[in-house]
Nanobody, 129 residues
Framework: QVRLVESGGGLVQAGGSLRLSCAAA????????MGWFRQAPGKEREFVAA????????HYGDSVKGRFTVSRDNAQNTVYLQMNTLKPEDTAIYSC??????????????????????WGQGTQVTVSS
């Protein structure tokens, strides 16, 4: 079992920035690919970003490309999501997820929630206009 805890959410004005963190309670964080998803009220879960076990490859959802950056620090068992130029439509609960694999996931797998084995509870991000 891997426990994931997100932090860094909050209220920000449009055009602002936030950095989310996801801390993993595991001794084998380097064995996991990590993903970020979000879900707004009344909408389906949406893929945001993913990163391989070593940070060597990343994927992004079309709506966040060029604005969000995913990174990780395996020494700290933490994955980050830097969110810039935030828009009101970015308002959602953001959750991180872990997939036990050191294979570079193809895009189709990285964007699929069932690829991931463990999920955090999420952190609320609210962007005001």
């Amino acid at each position: 079992q891997v426990r994931l805890v997100e932090s860094g959410g909050g209220l920000v004005q449009a055009g602002g920035s936030l950095r989310l963190s996801c801390a993993a309670a595991t001794l084998a964080f380097h064995n996991y690919a990590m993903g970020w998803f979000r879900q707004a009220p009344g909408k389906e879960r949406e893929f945001v970003a993913a990163i391989t076990w070593n940070g060597g490859s990343t994927h992004y959802g079309d709506s966040v490309k060029g604005r969000f950056t995913v990174s990780r620090d395996n020494a700290q068992n933490t994955v980050y999501l830097q969110m810039n130029t935030l828009k009101p439509e970015d308002t959602a609960i953001y959750s991180c997820a872990a997939a036990l694999t050191r294979i570079t996931l193809p895009q189709a797998a990285a964007v699929t929630p069932r690829t991931y084995d463990y999920w955090g509870q999420g952190t609320q991000v609210t962007v005001s206009s």
